[in-house]
């Protein structure tokens, strides 16, 4: 079984930042990945609706970490469960888990990726194009190659080595494209 993948809005970060923002669906669960700042609120909102979807309908949210370019939209969706790397929250009842290892899903799983911050969660999507890892251990497939606000640089090459060990099809970095991975991947 896999999970169906969509990029609802590319990120950029230059003048302007704004977040990837992705849809994942698994059976009954739909999963949006970092819902976080965007030129307009429509650039998360009719890309959903183009997949038949309302905000209502989103069971499940992923912050990859607390940064606003990545959470900021998150009231858009007002029945889903909101993950991050120590719990589960949703209305006011707030669960505490380990991140590593959760599975949202049968094809989705949180991974602990300490890099960008220390609190860090990568998703990852068994989906038609294999494994695609959802993180921001790079922002987009052209860099930067060092992170400017990780705060350990160790920490931040062992976690893109760890993903990078798995032979992900795809990378959905922070605030780009999705990208094939390569020799020339920065780690």
């Given at each position: 079984?896999?999970?169906?993948?969509?990029?609802?809005?590319?990120?950029?970060?230059?003048?302007?930042?704004?977040?990837?923002?992705?849809?994942?669906?698994?059976?009954?669960k739909v999963v949006i990945v970092d819902p976080g700042m965007v030129a307009d609120?429509?650039?998360?909102?009719?890309?959903?609706?183009?997949?038949?979807?309302?905000?209502?309908?989103?069971?499940?949210?992923?912050?990859?970490?607390?940064?606003?370019?990545?959470?900021?939209?998150?009231?858009?969706?007002?029945?889903?469960?909101?993950?991050?790397?120590?719990?589960?929250?949703?209305?006011?009842?707030?669960?505490?888990?380990?991140?590593?290892?959760?599975?949202?899903?049968?094809?989705?799983?949180?991974?602990?990726?300490?890099?960008?911050?220390?609190?860090?969660?990568?998703?990852?999507?068994?989906?038609?194009?294999?494994?695609?890892?959802?993180?921001?251990?790079?922002?987009?497939?052209?860099?930067?190659?060092?992170?400017?606000?990780?705060?350990?640089?160790?920490?931040?090459?062992?976690?893109?080595?760890?993903?990078?060990?798995?032979?992900?099809?795809?990378i959905v970095p922070g605030h780009g494209a999705p990208f094939v991975p390569s020799?020339?991947?920065?780690?």
């Amino acid at each position: 079984m896999t999970a169906a993948f969509h990029v609802l809005t590319t990120g950029y970060a230059d003048e302007r930042v704004a977040g990837t923002v992705t849809l994942l669906v698994d059976g009954e669960k739909v999963v949006i990945v970092d819902p976080g700042m965007v030129a307009d609120r429509r650039l998360i909102l009719d890309p959903l609706a183009h997949h038949e979807l309302n905000p209502e309908d989103v069971t499940d949210v992923i912050f990859s970490h607390h940064h606003p370019d990545h959470t900021l939209n998150a009231a858009l969706f007002p029945e889903a469960r909101f993950h991050d790397h120590m719990a589960i929250y949703q209305n006011d009842i707030w669960e505490d888990r380990a991140a590593d290892g959760y599975q949202v899903s049968p094809s989705i799983t949180l991974m602990t990726t300490p890099g960008h911050t220390v609190e860090d969660v990568s998703t990852l999507v068994m989906a038609d194009e294999g494994l695609v890892v959802l993180t921001h251990l790079w922002w987009t497939a052209e860099g930067p190659a060092d992170d400017p606000f990780a705060p350990d640089r160790e920490q931040l090459r062992a976690a893109r080595e760890k993903v990078l060990a798995l032979g992900p099809a795809l990378i959905v970095p922070g605030h780009g494209a999705p990208f094939v991975p390569s020799e020339s991947t920065p780690v």
